[in-house]
């Protein structure tokens, strides 16, 4: 298997509501809905073969980082996206009060 590239491309998927991206011919999603201005983190997948690699947070990343952009809060149902803004204070402010 190869090596996970430095800099994999992040796809946003609006028609799916999901942000993608193929590594090693493997596709990791994060699935979210939107209501307003509020974003619901649903779902992050990640196929076995590429976990441990950072495809999650890479994937995580970019949903917020968007999010951020666009003035929209989020709601983390999914629990790895609960535990990543947990852990990284700088998303906390993003969170519905």
Not at 21 to 33: F, I, K, N, S
Not at 84 to 97: D, M
């Amino acid at each position: 298997m190869s090596s996970t590239p430095s800099n994999p491309e992040v796809r946003h998927n609006p028609a799916s509501g999901r942000y993608e991206t193929e590594v090693d011919g493997h596709l990791a999603v994060v699935d979210y809905t939107l209501e307003g201005d509020r974003m619901t983190l649903t779902r992050t997948f990640v196929p076995p073969e590429l976990r441990g690699r950072g495809v999650a947070e890479l994937l995580v990343r970019a949903a917020l980082e968007t999010a951020r952009a666009k003035g929209l809060r989020i709601v983390p149902q999914c629990s790895y996206v609960a535990r990543f803004i947990e852990r990284n204070a700088g998303y906390q402010t993003l969170l519905v009060g």
